[in-house]
């Protein structure tokens, strides 16, 4: 058996090596791909993880795109089709759509990780611009894609898009006709060309730039990923809504990612102020910060302004978050179920903010900086164990892919989604027990060299 996995892994080797020789002029090679030999946390590549859900929704989108069309009489209608008739297209709908969400928490969580590790600090600055722009095309992304369905929590989505854009001064009016157009049939349009191609092109350009020239592509963490979008599919499927009807008063909220400037709109501030000049401080904020800070610390223990700055902007996002899934239904009317009382608003996100600010602030200069903590001991696996736990995870992930097309058959494909990515998930816990027993053997034999030749001499 390990003359068998030594023989296998020869071989991939082998043809990664004639690969990349035969790729040495193409612009591919100037960026180096490097497949850990061993478990590495993955918040130090949480972009990489990023692009790969994008490349993901790309192959997902460009299958749902066979069946969607951008009228605004038939769009929901064909959504309803893909749901309802297309062969696989519940499971491609799920997965592109819960894919969408991920990569926007993924993306908001890599800027947190670089934020806080100082990474903007090694030269980095071009890098951290091009992310935060990145992550604002992320947000726009998910945004137009969402409200191609056309019922009634996208059309709330396109009115809240429709009055930021047209209540911006002076270039409002003029660029709102370009990307709106004259009504609903113009938009649709517009935002299925945004969707598709001007955005995902421009995200492709900005990552040309972004991506650093080490790539860490680690197919474990990859499985498991892929693991996460199916689970929480089947878990939390894509509801369909209903048709948009300009006549209906249904109360709706839009995806997580908006609902902290929906709160803003809710509380009655002016439009432009509450949903897009509040959001544009707060990402101002971040392109500065490589600018402003210019000390040579990169922990986030010895930079206690800007640590607490960030776990207050953090506070912030989550708080206005909630606040606008917030509804009343004790109320009457649409209106007054939705209204939020400015001052209680405003008082609680200043008061939450502040006090997490001098709180985190105070308690990180006040820290002694002692010893680095000991190394925790890397857990050895010996092969007999690691053969026995491959097995059993074998056992599971074909009990799980039986399930898969178990359920898939006698359509219950909201739970075929989940036992594929139970599958997926432990496929990748199998291959990281398997890339951890080779590790710890090839360690342990170079061990047993070098001790070989101390006792020699």
């Not at 544009?280 to 600018?291: K, Q, T």
């Not at 610390?297 to 606040?323: E, N, Y």
């Not at 075929?416 to 034999?445: K, N, P």
Request: hydrophobic content about 50%; glycine content about 6%; overall charge positive.
């Amino acid at each position: 058996m390990a003359s068998d996995s030594r023989n296998i892994r020869e071989l991939l080797n082998n043809l990664w090596k004639w690969t990349v020789d035969r790729l040495e002029r193409t612009t591919i090679v100037v960026y180096k791909f490097t497949v850990p030999k061993q478990y590495i946390s993955p918040y130090g590549y949480l972009g990489t993880l990023t692009a790969i859900v994008f490349a993901i929704l790309g192959v997902s989108g460009a299958f749902l795109m066979f069946y969607y069309r951008p009228d605004v009489e038939l769009a929901f209608l064909s959504v309803k089709e893909i749901q309802e008739k297309v062969p696989f297209g519940f499971i491609l709908r799920n997965v592109h759509y819960h894919a969408s969400n991920l990569m926007v928490l993924l993306a908001i969580l890599h800027l947190y990780y670089q934020y806080f590790s100082g990474r903007y600090k090694i030269k980095n600055e071009v890098l951290w611009v091009t992310g935060i722009i990145l992550g604002i095309l992320t947000i726009l992304e998910a945004y137009t894609g969402y409200n191609l369905i056309m019922n009634q929590r996208a059309l709330l989505a396109v009115n809240i898009g429709m009055g930021l854009t047209y209540s911006a001064p002076i270039l409002g009016p003029t660029i709102a006709p370009i990307f709106m157009g004259g009504g609903l049939f113009d938009l649709v349009v517009r935002f299925y060309a945004l969707h598709v191609f001007i955005l995902p092109l421009l995200m492709l350009l900005l990552a040309a730039v972004h991506f650093p020239r080490a790539l860490i592509i680690d197919f474990p963490v990859i499985s498991v990923i892929v693991g996460v979008i199916f689970i929480s599919a089947g878990l939390f499927p894509a509801e369909l809504g209903i048709k948009f009807d300009l006549t209906r008063g249904l109360v709706e909220v839009p995806e997580w990612y908006l609902t902290a400037i929906y709160a803003f709109l809710r509380t009655g501030t002016e439009r432009f102020t509450a949903g897009a000049l509040l959001p544009l401080l707060f990402v101002i904020m971040f392109l500065i910060v490589p600018f402003v800070d210019r000390s040579r610390k990169l922990s986030w223990k010895d930079r206690p302004f800007f640590t607490a700055l960030g776990v207050a902007s953090i506070v912030l996002v989550t708080v206005t978050t909630v606040w606008g899934f917030y509804v009343d239904f004790s109320k009457e009317t649409a209106f007054d179920q939705l209204y939020i009382e400015p001052t209680l608003f405003y008082g609680s996100i200043a008061g939450m903010t502040i006090a997490s600010f001098y709180a985190t602030y105070v308690y990180l200069s006040r820290q002694v900086r002692g010893a680095r903590p000991p190394p925790t001991k890397p857990i050895v696996l010996k092969p007999q164990s690691a053969t026995t736990i491959m097995v059993v995870l074998l056992v599971f992930i074909a009990a799980a892919a039986a399930a898969t097309f178990y359920t898939y058959f006698i359509n219950l494909p909201n739970h075929s989604m989940f036992y594929l990515g139970i599958a997926f998930f432990l496929f990748g816990l199998l291959l990281h027990v398997y890339r951890h027993s080779i590790y710890t053997q090839e360690r342990q034999a170079t061990q047993r060299e070098q001790q070989a030749v101390r006792t020699a001499t």
